[in-house]
């Protein structure tokens, strides 16, 4: 698997130079913000296994603007419906990348593209993910493939406008991940999920992804690796919340513009400082 994510890496980072140096330069999002109507709070945690916690996020979900804010590092994604843009902040740094929507869409159609030829079958699963959907009961839904398989707990949305909002941000902030991460996962498979659970208008609880078994240990019962989320949604925004808003707005007029590439580079550099 270690061995698939280097090679998944510098196949995406060769599609990601070709084309997001392309999509940069695009205009710095205004300093004021939309006014908050009906507000989304959600709470993620990422746990490896059933314990180990390695990555906590806020995402705060405005009328038309998303902020997904990273514990460690100290680093913000903001969506922003109505302009149509992605723009990376990293707070430590003081630097900031944008890229357009049509930008990260040509970026995942390339990549989608390239999937489909490559001669290994999980790099073209990866391109296009196909899964048998079974629903478990009420709120429990299981996506399995030879690949990889998700096991999903879900909850009814609030309401229909409720589960618009959250999907399209969740499927922004997937996409944004895989830009921002070179060699991460593609998130084709993780639309698929997405799209399943849009239609029937829930929302996720709990997500684990179990890869599949590399060797036959792997077989065994609590011998592969899954990863667990957790997505704690609530209404209401803390004063706190609020202050992160605001902070991450100053930081977009204030930061340093660099493109996506160099953006990439310096954060991989500083988190390699850290280990």
């Not at 073209?124 to 048998?132: D, L, N």
Request: glycine share 4%; hydrophobic share 40%.
């Amino acid at each position: 698997m270690l061995e698939f994510r280097r090679k998944l890496g510098r196949w995406i980072g060769a599609v990601a130079i070709a084309t997001l140096v392309v999509g940069a330069g695009h205009s710095a999002l205004a300093d004021d913000s939309p006014p908050a109507k009906e507000p989304l709070r959600i709470e993620n945690r990422v746990y490896r296994g059933r314990d180990e916690l390695i990555s906590q996020s806020l995402t705060i979900i405005l009328s038309d603007r998303a902020y997904d804010f990273l514990d460690s590092p100290s680093e913000a994604t903001i969506i922003d419906l109505s302009r149509k843009r992605i723009t990376f902040l990293d707070f430590q740094r003081g630097e900031q990348a944008q890229v357009s929507f049509e930008t990260a869409l040509l970026f995942l159609d390339r990549l989608r593209a390239r999937a489909s030829e490559h001669p290994d079958p999980v790099f073209r699963f990866c391109g296009q993910p196909q899964f048998e959907i079974r629903q478990d009961g009420l709120d429990q839904w299981t996506f399995s493939s030879p690949w990889m398989t998700y096991r999903v707990r879900a909850q009814p949305c609030l309401d229909e406008s409720t589960c618009v909002q959250f999907w399209d941000v969740s499927d922004w902030i997937a996409r944004a991940n895989t830009l921002l991460v070179p060699g991460s996962r593609p998130p084709f498979a993780r639309l698929v999920v997405n799209d399943t659970l849009r239609e029937h208008k829930l929302l996720p609880r709990e997500v684990v992804l179990i890869p599949a078994a590399r060797n036959f240990l792997e077989w065994l019962p609590g011998r592969r690796l899954e990863l667990r989320s957790i997505h704690s949604i609530s209404g209401a925004l803390t004063p706190e919340d609020r202050d992160r808003v605001d902070k991450a707005n100053r930081a977009v007029i204030a930061f340093r513009r660099v493109d996506l590439i160099d953006y990439q580079t310096s954060r991989r550099a500083k988190n390699n400082e850290t280990r």
